[in-house]
């Protein structure tokens, strides 16, 4: 039986279906992570071609069959992040940026909080208001804290055997103790994010 649904989604994932498709994976706000199949998206004048670019953000219109897949019908763009692809170090940390998530999102499983994450650290990469590695580095922070992985500064320090600077403890604290319309709202010297790579590094070890 077909269900035709609507929902909100961004475009973390995209491949080649076919001559003309597209198979897609969505972080949606309503189904968490859900694949859809992009039909006639490569062909010249296609309505849908929009929706199915890398980190487009979009309201979708969307039918679903018997099988696990999704199929996109129909949908208006609200956001394509177009400022990622202006420089090598945007694109590839907004490309970081959606390899950890889809490992941590789950189908069938709204996660807004995280979403709204995502869609925050593009705004700030793509926009210039942030440099890429210190969005990318705070993103993994926080997302972290969502999933329930990262510890507080204490035991940080005491899991792996160090003492942190009194900048990286002051960041570390912003960061888990901030919502997500502060989360960006510090700045910290090229030491402290070498050591908050190297923690985010260890943790997000944990769900590799």
């Excluded at 992040?81 to 694109?91: D, P, Q, T, V, W």
């Excluded at 069938?108 to 650290?121: A, K, M």
């Excluded at 804290?145 to 035991?155: F, N, R, S, T």
Aim: aromatic letters at 8%.
């Amino acid at each position: 039986m077909t269900k035709s649904i609507k929902t909100e989604g961004i475009v973390l994932k995209n491949s080649d279906l076919g001559e003309n498709g597209k198979l897609l994976v969505i972080f949606s706000k309503d189904y968490g992570k859900i694949s859809i199949v992009a039909k006639g998206v490569k062909k010249i004048g296609s309505s849908l071609v929009h929706l199915s670019q890398l980190f487009a953000y979009s309201k979708l219109e969307l039918y679903k069959g018997r099988s696990s897949l999704y199929t996109l019908t129909g949908g208006e763009l609200i956001e394509s992040f177009s400022g990622l692809g202006s420089g090598y170090e945007k694109i590839s940390a907004a490309g970081k940026i959606a390899r950890n998530v889809l490992k941590v999102i789950q189908e069938d499983l709204p996660d807004e909080e995280t979403l709204r994450l995502v869609l925050n650290s593009l705004y700030f990469i793509s926009t210039d208001k942030r440099k890429p590695e210190f969005v990318e580095c705070v993103f993994l922070l926080k997302m972290l804290q969502y999933q329930g992985v990262a510890p507080d500064v204490q035991e940080i320090e005491n899991m792996w055997k160090l003492k942190l600077s009194e900048g990286t403890e002051n960041a570390l604290n912003h960061i888990f103790d901030s919502e997500i319309s502060d989360l960006f709202s510090f700045g910290v010297s090229e030491n402290v994010l070498e050591e908050l790579n190297g923690i985010a590094a260890m943790l997000i070890s944990e769900i590799n």
